[in-house]
């Protein structure tokens, strides 16, 4: 399994756009399904989207439905996240998620992730 390394996080108002990116290192997670989830101190970690290794199945959460955006570069094995209309809830550590088991990557319970990287929402 590849290592994953996000980035792209940082201090935006409310209404702004950040995107993130996580790129894999070592093997080619081939066959693998990619996801981001986040992470607030002291409440359970929400998987917010994710995506097959065609592209073609995609997953969001209600909560950012309509607003983010997860696609993929299978080539360059990396992985975006275009958030739009931030939102002071969507404040927290966003780390990315590999696995081959849709259940483990909406659960956000996989062996693989990043080290995050951290998105703050100022209203």
């Known amino acids: 399994q590849a290592q994953l390394v996000e980035s792209g996080g940082g201090l935006v108002q409310a209404g702004g756009s950040l995107r993130l990116s996580c790129a894999a290192f070592?093997?080619?997670?081939?066959?693998?399904?990619m996801g981001w989830v986040r992470q607030v101190p002291g409440k359970e970690r929400e998987c917010v989207a994710a995506?097959?290794?065609?592209?073609?199945?995609?997953d969001y959460a209600d909560a950012v439905k309509g607003r983010f955006t997860i696609s993929r570069d299978n080539a360059k094995n990396i992985v975006h996240l275009q958030m739009n209309r931030l939102k002071p809830e969507d404040t927290a550590v966003y780390y990315c998620?590999?696995?081959?088991?849709?259940?483990?990557?909406?659960?956000?319970?996989?062996?693989?992730w990043g080290r995050g990287t951290q998105v703050t929402v100022s209203s």
């Open positions: 070592g093997r080619t997670s081939s066959g693998n399904i």
């Open positions: 998620i590999a696995d081959s088991s849709w259940s483990r990557i909406l659960s956000a319970r996989v062996d693989y």
């Open positions: 995506i097959d290794w065609s592209g073609e199945i995609l």
